[in-house]
Protein backbone atom coordinates (compact mmCIF):
# COMPACT_ATOMS: atom_id res chain seq x y z
CA UNK A 1 0.00 0.00 0.00
CA UNK A 2 1.16 3.24 -1.04
CA UNK A 3 1.95 5.83 1.55
CA UNK A 4 3.43 9.36 2.15
CA UNK A 5 3.70 10.22 6.00
CA UNK A 6 3.96 13.96 7.92
CA UNK A 7 5.85 13.89 10.56
CA UNK A 8 2.61 15.82 13.02
CA UNK A 9 -0.90 15.51 12.29
CA UNK A 10 -1.21 18.73 14.95
CA UNK A 11 1.59 21.28 15.82
CA UNK A 12 1.29 24.55 18.04
CA UNK A 13 4.12 26.97 17.75
CA UNK A 14 4.37 30.44 18.99
CA UNK A 15 5.59 33.60 16.57
CA UNK A 16 8.94 33.60 15.86
CA UNK A 17 9.92 29.74 16.41
CA UNK A 18 11.40 28.09 13.40
CA UNK A 19 9.90 25.08 12.31
CA UNK A 20 10.01 21.79 11.06
CA UNK A 21 7.61 19.52 8.67
CA UNK A 22 8.67 16.78 7.44
CA UNK A 23 7.47 14.57 4.57
CA UNK A 24 8.02 10.61 4.02
CA UNK A 25 6.85 8.49 0.95
CA UNK A 26 8.06 5.02 0.20
CA UNK A 27 7.51 5.02 -3.72
CA UNK A 28 10.68 6.01 -4.32
CA UNK A 29 8.74 8.91 -6.66
CA UNK A 30 11.00 11.57 -8.10
CA UNK A 31 8.40 14.32 -7.40
CA UNK A 32 7.26 15.52 -4.13
CA UNK A 33 5.16 19.00 -3.03
CA UNK A 34 4.27 21.16 -0.28
CA UNK A 35 0.56 22.80 -0.42
CA UNK A 36 -1.28 24.80 1.95
CA UNK A 37 -4.70 24.63 2.26
CA UNK A 38 -7.02 27.47 3.55
CA UNK A 39 -10.56 27.64 3.90
CA UNK A 40 -11.81 29.62 0.60
CA UNK A 41 -8.48 29.71 -1.24
CA UNK A 42 -7.89 26.05 -1.97
CA UNK A 43 -4.82 24.31 -2.34
CA UNK A 44 -1.53 26.09 -2.64
CA UNK A 45 1.83 25.15 -3.82
CA UNK A 46 4.47 26.52 -1.70
CA UNK A 47 7.20 24.63 -3.04
CA UNK A 48 7.94 21.17 -4.95
CA UNK A 49 11.18 19.44 -5.82
CA UNK A 50 11.45 16.86 -8.80
CA UNK A 51 15.11 15.19 -7.50
CA UNK A 52 17.10 14.91 -4.51
CA UNK A 53 18.75 18.76 -3.80
CA UNK A 54 16.32 20.18 -6.43
CA UNK A 55 14.00 22.63 -5.74
CA UNK A 56 10.95 25.13 -7.72
CA UNK A 57 9.07 27.65 -5.73
CA UNK A 58 5.37 27.36 -6.29
CA UNK A 59 2.91 30.39 -6.05
CA UNK A 60 3.38 30.95 -2.39
CA UNK A 61 7.17 30.83 -1.46
CA UNK A 62 7.33 33.77 0.73
CA UNK A 63 8.35 32.81 4.40
CA UNK A 64 9.29 29.05 3.69
CA UNK A 65 12.14 27.32 2.51
CA UNK A 66 12.43 23.37 1.98
CA UNK A 67 15.04 20.24 2.00
CA UNK A 68 15.61 17.46 -0.11
CA UNK A 69 18.62 16.02 0.99
CA UNK A 70 17.18 11.99 0.00
CA UNK A 71 14.87 10.80 -2.54
CA UNK A 72 11.98 9.76 -0.36
CA UNK A 73 12.21 12.63 1.97
CA UNK A 74 11.11 16.66 1.87
CA UNK A 75 11.54 18.87 4.72
CA UNK A 76 9.23 22.45 4.57
CA UNK A 77 11.04 25.07 7.11
CA UNK A 78 9.40 27.92 8.62
CA UNK A 79 12.82 30.57 9.46
CA UNK A 80 10.43 32.52 11.83
CA UNK A 81 6.56 31.23 12.01
CA UNK A 82 4.18 33.87 11.81
CA UNK A 83 0.06 33.97 12.92
CA UNK A 84 -0.38 34.28 9.02
CA UNK A 85 1.36 30.68 8.72
CA UNK A 86 -1.81 29.04 10.35
CA UNK A 87 -2.90 26.74 7.70
CA UNK A 88 -3.13 23.26 7.19
CA UNK A 89 -0.04 21.54 5.39
CA UNK A 90 -0.38 18.95 2.76
CA UNK A 91 2.37 16.83 1.22
CA UNK A 92 2.53 14.96 -1.75
CA UNK A 93 4.43 13.05 -4.26
CA UNK A 94 4.09 11.95 -7.71
CA UNK A 95 6.45 9.34 -10.05
CA UNK A 96 7.54 9.71 -13.35
CA UNK A 97 6.90 12.40 -16.29
CA UNK A 98 4.06 11.14 -17.37
CA UNK A 99 1.14 13.57 -17.73
CA UNK A 100 -1.54 11.61 -15.89
CA UNK A 101 0.26 10.43 -13.14
CA UNK A 102 -1.37 10.92 -9.41
CA UNK A 103 -0.76 12.82 -6.64
CA UNK A 104 -0.40 10.98 -3.45
CA UNK A 105 -1.23 12.55 -0.26
CA UNK A 106 0.09 12.78 3.41
CA UNK A 107 -2.62 12.60 6.06
CA UNK A 108 -2.15 16.88 6.74
CA UNK A 109 -0.43 18.49 9.31
CA UNK A 110 -2.52 21.24 10.73
CA UNK A 111 -0.22 24.11 12.51
CA UNK A 112 -1.10 27.12 14.73
CA UNK A 113 1.12 29.70 15.40
CA UNK A 114 -0.02 31.56 18.64
CA UNK B 1 -7.38 35.13 -12.94
CA UNK B 2 -7.29 31.96 -11.40
CA UNK B 3 -5.62 28.58 -13.05
CA UNK B 4 -8.70 26.50 -11.90
CA UNK B 5 -11.95 27.46 -11.11
CA UNK B 6 -14.93 25.66 -9.38
CA UNK B 7 -18.35 26.81 -7.96
CA UNK B 8 -18.21 25.81 -4.23
CA UNK B 9 -21.65 24.87 -3.88
CA UNK B 10 -23.14 23.96 -1.42
CA UNK B 11 -24.81 21.09 -3.35
CA UNK B 12 -27.46 19.17 -1.59
CA UNK B 13 -28.98 16.61 -3.10
CA UNK B 14 -31.37 14.18 -2.11
CA UNK B 15 -30.02 10.10 -2.55
CA UNK B 16 -30.23 8.74 -5.92
CA UNK B 17 -30.60 12.34 -7.33
CA UNK B 18 -28.02 13.20 -9.99
CA UNK B 19 -25.37 15.90 -9.52
CA UNK B 20 -22.58 17.89 -11.92
CA UNK B 21 -20.01 20.03 -11.35
CA UNK B 22 -18.25 21.85 -13.80
CA UNK B 23 -14.87 23.40 -13.39
CA UNK B 24 -12.84 26.02 -15.86
CA UNK B 25 -9.66 26.16 -16.39
CA UNK B 26 -7.28 29.00 -17.91
CA UNK B 27 -4.60 28.10 -19.41
CA UNK B 28 -4.40 26.66 -22.81
CA UNK B 29 -1.53 24.86 -22.07
CA UNK B 30 -3.04 22.61 -19.55
CA UNK B 31 -2.37 19.16 -20.56
CA UNK B 32 -4.00 16.71 -17.67
CA UNK B 33 -6.82 16.92 -15.90
CA UNK B 34 -8.35 15.59 -12.82
CA UNK B 35 -11.29 15.03 -10.27
CA UNK B 36 -10.31 14.51 -6.47
CA UNK B 37 -12.45 13.83 -3.62
CA UNK B 38 -12.00 15.14 0.04
CA UNK B 39 -13.89 14.11 3.01
CA UNK B 40 -13.92 16.64 5.60
CA UNK B 41 -10.55 16.66 8.17
CA UNK B 42 -8.92 13.78 5.28
CA UNK B 43 -6.08 14.50 2.28
CA UNK B 44 -7.59 14.37 -0.84
CA UNK B 45 -7.22 11.57 -3.46
CA UNK B 46 -7.81 10.63 -6.94
CA UNK B 47 -11.38 10.02 -7.51
CA UNK B 48 -11.10 9.75 -11.69
CA UNK B 49 -8.52 11.06 -14.80
CA UNK B 50 -10.28 13.02 -17.48
CA UNK B 51 -9.53 12.32 -20.82
CA UNK B 52 -10.53 14.06 -24.05
CA UNK B 53 -13.14 11.58 -24.97
CA UNK B 54 -14.60 11.39 -21.65
CA UNK B 55 -14.57 8.47 -19.35
CA UNK B 56 -16.25 6.81 -17.00
CA UNK B 57 -16.23 4.56 -13.65
CA UNK B 58 -19.30 3.42 -12.61
CA UNK B 59 -21.70 5.98 -11.43
CA UNK B 60 -18.98 8.93 -12.66
CA UNK B 61 -18.56 10.14 -15.91
CA UNK B 62 -16.17 12.58 -16.46
CA UNK B 63 -15.90 14.86 -19.33
CA UNK B 64 -13.24 17.66 -21.05
CA UNK B 65 -13.98 20.15 -23.38
CA UNK B 66 -11.08 21.67 -24.49
CA UNK B 67 -12.34 24.35 -26.65
CA UNK B 68 -14.07 25.91 -24.12
CA UNK B 69 -11.58 24.84 -21.39
CA UNK B 70 -13.48 23.31 -18.98
CA UNK B 71 -14.38 20.08 -17.41
CA UNK B 72 -17.07 18.24 -15.48
CA UNK B 73 -17.98 15.38 -13.22
CA UNK B 74 -21.07 13.88 -13.34
CA UNK B 75 -22.43 11.63 -10.14
CA UNK B 76 -25.75 9.41 -10.99
CA UNK B 77 -27.50 7.94 -8.27
CA UNK B 78 -25.95 9.90 -5.28
CA UNK B 79 -25.11 7.30 -2.44
CA UNK B 80 -24.36 9.16 0.91
CA UNK B 81 -21.31 8.04 1.13
CA UNK B 82 -20.74 10.49 -2.25
CA UNK B 83 -20.39 13.50 0.58
CA UNK B 84 -17.20 15.35 0.30
CA UNK B 85 -15.41 17.93 -1.51
CA UNK B 86 -14.58 17.72 -4.68
CA UNK B 87 -11.72 19.00 -6.24
CA UNK B 88 -10.74 19.84 -10.05
CA UNK B 89 -7.07 19.22 -10.41
CA UNK B 90 -5.22 20.71 -13.75
CA UNK B 91 -1.46 19.84 -14.77
CA UNK B 92 0.48 21.40 -16.55
CA UNK B 93 3.74 19.09 -17.69
CA UNK B 94 5.66 22.02 -18.13
CA UNK B 95 6.68 22.70 -14.57
CA UNK B 96 4.93 19.69 -13.10
CA UNK B 97 2.90 22.19 -11.37
CA UNK B 98 -0.73 20.68 -10.21
CA UNK B 99 -2.93 23.69 -10.08
CA UNK B 100 -5.95 23.02 -7.75
CA UNK B 101 -9.60 24.31 -7.69
CA UNK B 102 -11.15 25.79 -4.39
CA UNK B 103 -13.59 22.64 -4.07
CA UNK B 104 -17.12 22.01 -4.36
CA UNK B 105 -18.79 20.93 -1.65
CA UNK B 106 -21.06 17.77 -1.73
CA UNK B 107 -24.34 16.68 0.80
CA UNK B 108 -26.30 13.73 0.20
CA UNK B 109 -29.51 13.77 2.56
CA UNK B 110 -31.01 10.69 3.29
Known amino acids: DVKVTQSSRYLVKRTGEKVFLECVQDMDHENMFWYRQDPGLGLRLIYF???????EKGDIPEGYSVSREKKERFSLILESASTNQTSMYLC?????????????FGPGTRLTVL | RKEVEQDPGPFNVPEGATVAFNCTYS??????FFWYRQDCRKEPKLLMSVYSSGNEDGRFTAQLNRASQYISLLIRDSKLSDSATYLC???????????FGTGTSLTVIP
Open chain 2, 89 to 99: VVNRTTGNQFY
Open chain 1, 92 to 104: ASTGGQGSYNEQF
Open chain 2, 27 to 32: NSASQS
Open chain 1, 49 to 55: SYDVKMK
